[in-house]
């Protein structure tokens, strides 16, 4: 290893790990992890449904993430094809749910994605540093680490930081590295939650009576964001996957300082047409409405807790709320319930290759910049394609002296 170039990764989650993974190849690669273990939101992820990534491939991927073109470059060059590929190669093929989210095959757990990573990095040669958390570092590259027992240091040719958002701090990923940024004059966005769920100032009975039931095959609109599938009641307010795509619009509403309000559509599959002639062929009367139009108890208390008694009882009125019932949001979810977060790292820092601007030498990766995608697999496809991006530049830069990719 004596005349190989040096390479520090700073956080084990997905980014930090697949950069490691490529530039082993031809560098001596430190991965340094301030927890006691890699990759502990990964395993969280894992918990849920684990969708490592998305059946949409090359340019069909792009328009889920934004900013716009921040990140093709680096889906393009390694997308969810190209990863699944690299995960049969470690040993874990994957297969697609009826909804394009990609999972390892059944049988598989993600402790044992996350062990045959882990033994593919050490085969490759990565040197693990655990417990060491990132305390500064240097134009002259030389990174700084506080370990329980004392201040380390090591000094780079290149280094990756891959540090994560703010979510869930309990994994490791607490953003408090946006401080050691900001004083070497690197800009940061505050944290905001990204797929998350929402505040709602129910009535007393909906908390009473449907706290915890779900509202399934529904749509949810907010402003032109459009999202259907399934949204479960909470004593707060909704969470679900109904919910999570239309985060980003609400947040810019709160931004602009409107509140948001929720359409919610009990009947996506019928419009407002053909749920006026289910009243048109009988002589309605309000205890006729769960079964004429199909609703269920909880669908039928949301309607009646957010209409006027004078629509409620005009058959034609009650119609177009099953199709239009709106619903104010008082908040957003806070950044640590949040699947993943918005700020961190101001992309105008970033060359395109996802090097610092002011650091060359240094690239930043994985959640810790300011980009956002939705669930299903794209958050975690993002930070592969950022690791290995990353790690093509470099080594194209180290390797051919071609310094092209590194601005
Ligand atoms: C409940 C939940 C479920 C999810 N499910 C999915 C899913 O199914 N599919 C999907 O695509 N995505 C999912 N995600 C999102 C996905 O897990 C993240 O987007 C992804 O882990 C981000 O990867 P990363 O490498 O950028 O950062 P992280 O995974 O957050 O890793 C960053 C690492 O850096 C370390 N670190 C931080 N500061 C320092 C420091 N100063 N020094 C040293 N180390 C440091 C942290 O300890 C951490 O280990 C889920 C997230 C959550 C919370």
Redesign the pocket.
């Known amino acids: 290893m004596k005349n190989r170039k040096i390479v520090v990764i700073?956080?084990?989650?997905?980014?930090?790990?697949?950069a490691a993974w490529w530039l082993a190849e031809k560098f001596e690669v430190h991965l340094?992890?301030?927890?006691k273990?890699?990759?502990?939101?990964?395993l969280?992820?894992?918990?849920?449904?684990?969708?490592?990534?998305n059946r949409l491939s090359g340019e069909t991927l792009l328009p889920k993430y934004s900013p716009a073109g921040f990140l093709d470059k680096a889906l393009l060059e390694f997308d969810s094809q190209k990863l699944r590929e690299w995960l049969i190669q470690l040993g874990i093929p994957t297969y697609e749910g009826s909804s394009g989210?990609v999972f390892p095959d059944r049988g598989i757990t993600p402790s044992d994605v996350l062990k045959k990573i882990l033994s593919s990095l050490v085969s490759r040669g990565v040197v693990f540093h655990l417990k060491?958390?990132?305390?500064s570092f240097s134009k002259e590259m030389v990174f700084k680490?506080l370990t329980p027992e004392r201040e380390v240091s090591m000094k780079a040719d290149f280094a990756v930081m891959?540090?994560?958002?703010a979510?869930?701090p309990s994994?490791?990923?607490?953003?408090?590295?946006t401080k050691?940024f900001n004083d070497r004059g690197i800009a940061t966005m505050p944290f905001q939650p990204s797929?998350c769920g929402i505040n709602i100032a129910w009535p007393d009975s909906v908390i009473k009576f449907h706290s915890g039931k779900p509202l399934k095959n529904i749509e949810l609109k907010v402003n032109n964001k459009v999202s259907r599938g399934e949204a479960l009641i909470t004593e707060y307010g909704l969470e679900g996957n109904a919910v999570y795509p239309l985060v980003p619009a609400i947040r810019n509403l709160f931004a602009s300082n409107e509140i948001p309000v929720i359409s919610l559509d009990f009947k996506p599959v019928n419009t407002f047409v053909q749920l006026k002639e289910k009243i048109s062929r009988n002589n309605v009367k309000t205890s006729d409405y769960q079964a004429i139009f199909k609703l269920n108890s909880v669908s039928m208390a949301l309607i009646k807790a957010y209409s006027d008694k004078e629509s409620f009882f005009k058959p034609d009125r009650f119609a177009y709320l099953v199709k239009n019932l709106l619903i104010s949001v008082a908040s957003l979810r806070p950044v640590e319930e949040?699947?993943?977060t918005v700020g961190g790292l101001n992309v105008d820092e970033l060359n395109p290759d996802f090097s610092l601007k002011k650091y060359p030498a240094i690239s930043c990766?994985?959640?810790?910049a300011d980009w956002d995608?939705p669930?299903?697999?794209?958050?975690?496809?993002?930070?592969f394609s950022?690791?290995y991006y990353a790690a093509e530049s470099i080594l194209n830069e180290a390797i051919q002296g071609n310094s092209e990719g590194r601005v």
């Not at 273990?37 to 990964?42: D, E, S, V, W």
């Not at 969280?44 to 990534?53: E, Y």
């Not at 994994?171 to 590295?177: E, K, M, N």
């Open positions: 700073v956080g084990g989650g997905p980014a930090g790990m697949m340094f992890e301030k927890e273990m890699i990759g502990q939101k990964f969280l992820a894992g918990k849920g449904g684990f969708n490592l990534t989210r060491h958390k990132l305390s680490f891959a540090m994560g958002g979510s869930w994994t490791g990923s607490d953003g408090f590295w050691l797929n949040a699947i993943s990766i994985g959640e810790m995608a669930t299903g697999g794209f958050l975690l496809q993002g930070s950022m690791g």
